[in-house]
């Protein structure tokens, strides 16, 4: 099992950037994928970014491809997402998951364990 903590969300204008952080618990970091989802008001939670085990092999949302980019330090059990170029549509609570599967998915059931969210609001 594996408990999952965000942090580094929070208020920044448009064209801004933030760096969101997740710190795993317990000693089988690196045998999990690992993801980040986002969900707005109103809407489904939707995939936003996933790094394979080893961090040798990244997956995008159409959506954050080119502004986004996701990360994993293994030593220190910890996964970030960089995000730039911030846009008002990227508003939403940010969620980190792991995954047990053998391949990287983009669906949330895939996804065994979830953090808690951090918000991310960008002003217009």
């Known amino acids: 099992q594996v408990q999952l903590v965000e942090f580094g969300g929070g208020l920044v204008q448009a064209g801004a950037s933030l760096r969101l952080s997740c710190a795993a618990s317990?000693?089988?970091?690196?045998?999990?994928?690992m993801g980040w989802f986002r969900q707005a008001p109103g809407k489904e939670r939707e995939f936003v970014a996933a790094?394979?085990?080893?961090?040798?092999?990244?997956y995008y949302a159409d959506s954050v491809k080119g502004r986004f980019s996701i990360s994993r330090d293994n030593a220190k059990n910890t996964v970030y997402l960089q995000m730039n170029s911030l846009k008002p549509e990227d508003t939403a609570v940010y969620y980190c998951?792991?995954?047990?599967?053998?391949?990287?998915?983009?669906?949330?059931?895939?996804?065994?364990?979830w953090g808690q969210g951090t918000q991310v609001t960008v002003s217009s």
């Open positions: 790094v394979s085990r080893t961090g040798g092999a990244t």
């Open positions: 317990g000693r089988t970091f690196t045998t999990y994928i």
């Open positions: 998951a792991a995954s047990q599967t053998i391949r990287i998915s983009r669906k949330g059931e895939s996804y065994n364990y």
